[in-house]
């Protein structure tokens, strides 16, 4: 799959993609990454990229022009037929926030064409004629859309096999359909004992079905204190046994 970044700040990618272990995906060629910079496609001497808003206020807006030359460069370089074309996706407070199920439709997509804002925000003709997906992190405003871009590629490319040292590594994940979409268990490594706190017994045990019950039901806490929505989902889908219900039961009758 080829991502292709629309970027004002370029220089921030490298380090992603040198480093960690999603570098795997990259160096191996299972993800092709390709950084775009608008202002290579801006007028004048001094390349601009964004101007004053009508209406007045704070802040500059990112002139549409640009960004549309930009695009069509990539969009002229992968040489994709129109009905094959892959999305540009900006990231926005306007857009769905982004769940594991949108990670891994994107991890066995084709790719994407990811547009980084800046500044005050984009001129809204670019968006309303150029955007076909908007993305958005959460209910927070950052100063561009280059670490929202670099938190999907990065939830991407744990996806992809052979990235991670363990490949069902990301199956007890949080939000993983493979424990039902619940936040995982609380995790312990040596030593045994820390500042007068232990680990639990049930991991010391050695008795995989002890173990397990014991990270099910705390999957299923955690997820009923901390986020209650994703119980219920959980509950919607058919997913929680009469067993699981009950220990919900009682964990309620503690809160």
Same mark, same amino acid.
């Given at each position: 799959m080829r991502f292709d970044v629309i970027t004002l700040f370029p220089e921030?990618? =490298?380090p992603f993609v040198e480093a960690g272990i999603t570098r795997r995906a990259y160096a191996s060629g299972q993800i092709e990454l390709k950084l775009w910079n608008p202002r290579d496609w801006a007028e004048g001497n001094y390349r601009r990229v964004d101007d004053r808003p009508f209406g007045g206020g704070p802040g500059m807006v990112m002139m549409a022009e640009p960004l549309a030359r930009c695009l069509q460069a990539v969009r002229a370089e992968r040489a994709e037929a129109p009905a094959q074309q892959v999305p540009a996706v900006l990231f926005s407070p306007v857009g769905e926030p982004l769940r594991h199920a949108g990670v891994q439709a994107w991890a066995q997509s084709r790719g994407a064409i990811l547009v980084c804002g800046r500044y005050e925000g984009i001129d809204q003709r670019f968006i309303d004629t150029c955007v076909d997906v +908007? &993305?958005?992190l959460g209910d927070f405003v950052l100063s561009g859309g280059e670490i929202a871009a670099l938190a999907l590629l990065d939830a991407v490319a744990r996806l992809q096999p052979g990235v991670l040292g363990d490949e069902g590594s990301h199956q007890q994940d949080s939000f993983n359909p493979a424990i039902d979409g619940l936040l995982d268990c609380p995790h312990y490594t040596r030593p045994e004992q820390w500042r007068g706190q232990g680990v639990p017994p049930e991991l010391l045990s050695g008795h995989h =079905? +002890? &173990?397990? =019950?014991?990270?099910r039901a705390q999957r299923l806490q955690l997820t009923a204190r901390a986020r209650p929505a994703l119980i219920a989902a959980a509950r919607a889908a058919g997913r929680l046994s009469g067993q699981d219900e009950q220990l919900l039961k009682n964990v309620a009758s503690k809160l």
């Open positions: 921030l990618f =490298a +908007q &993305i958005s =079905a +002890q &173990i397990e =019950a014991w990270r």
